[in-house]
């Protein structure tokens, strides 16, 4: 069964930056996409960065645009998200997963068989 397992959370301060890893274990070429999203204290989770697996294309939103940075060892199974000038409006936790599609993950979406994560707690104060 394929599991997903984040790694790199923790306390930083504004300014500072962080480096995300998500290894994944198990068959993992029916899915296209692999992407990173977050779900700040009480509100609803929203995709930071996605990458499409055919063509490399990705996607970031204006909140993170030129701070993060998604990119991917196929090798070793392993897709990271680098996180510089870190605010604290990006303290949250932050969940890796694969999806079949890259536009479900492109619309802040996820479709029935996308594979989560546990989470890992991202946390940005002085």
């Known amino acids: 069964q394929l599991q997903l397992v984040e790694s790199g959370g923790g306390l930083v301060q504004p300014g500072g930056s962080l480096r995300l890893s998500c290894v994944a274990s198990?068959?993992?070429?029916?899915?296209?996409?692999m992407g990173w999203f977050r779900r700040p204290p009480g509100k609803e989770h929203e995709v930071v960065a996605c990458i499409d697996a055919n063509d490399g294309t990705t996607y970031y939103p204006d909140s993170v645009k030129g701070r993060f940075t998604i990119s991917r060892d196929d090798a070793e199974n392993t897709v990271y998200l680098q996180m510089n000038n870190l605010k604290p409006e990006d303290t949250g936790i932050y969940y890796c997963?694969?999806?079949?599609?890259?536009?479900?993950?492109?619309?802040?979406?996820?479709?029935?068989?996308?594979?989560w994560g546990q989470g890992t707690q991202v946390t940005v104060s002085s």
């Open positions: 198990g068959f993992t070429s029916d899915y296209d996409a």
């Open positions: 997963l694969l999806d079949r599609s890259y536009w479900n993950l492109r619309f802040n979406d996820y479709g029935r068989s996308a594979v």
